[in-house]
């Protein structure tokens, strides 16, 4: 009995190591409504965003660019894509934008903390539990 404890001990150990802190990125995205309502509107919200931010732009035929906003002004943006081969930046009519969202990196220290603390404590707790099967016999 204490050697099975041990195997099933064992083998949460291996397998606690495939989840990560981004699994929670199964969800699909939500329709979006491609109508909007006014242009003016949409044009001043993107040009209160900082130059240099990390966006994702959705476009009306259903794609999206994910770069760095360079410049924007009334009629268009430019984004520079994040991508492994350098490319040039691309300028996109606002009238084709559906959405501009500002990513975030996943670079929250709190939560950083948080992740290593549980895989710790988890860890301390498997591994007593290990030694505590294998010798009470």
Do not use: H
Not at 12 to 27: H, K
Not at 28 to 52: E, H, M
């Amino acid at each position: 009995m204490a050697r099975s404890i041990a195997a099933i001990l064992c083998f949460s150990l291996l397998c606690s190591g495939c989840a990560t802190s981004a699994g929670g990125q199964l969800a699909s995205a939500p329709a979006v409504n491609t109508a909007r309502a006014d242009q003016a509107l949409f044009a001043s919200y993107v040009k209160q965003l900082p130059i240099g931010s990390r966006v994702r732009v959705g476009l009306a035929g259903g794609t999206s660019v994910r770069g760095t906003l360079m410049k924007t002004d009334d009629r268009e943006i430019v984004v520079q894509p994040r991508t492994r081969i350098p490319e040039p930046p691309i300028e996109i009519a606002l009238d084709r934008v559906v959405a501009v969202d500002l990513e975030n990196n996943g670079n929250n220290v709190g939560k950083t903390i948080g992740i290593g603390f549980g895989a710790g404590a988890a860890g301390a707790l498997a591994v007593f539990l290990i030694l505590v099967a294998v010798f009470s016999d």
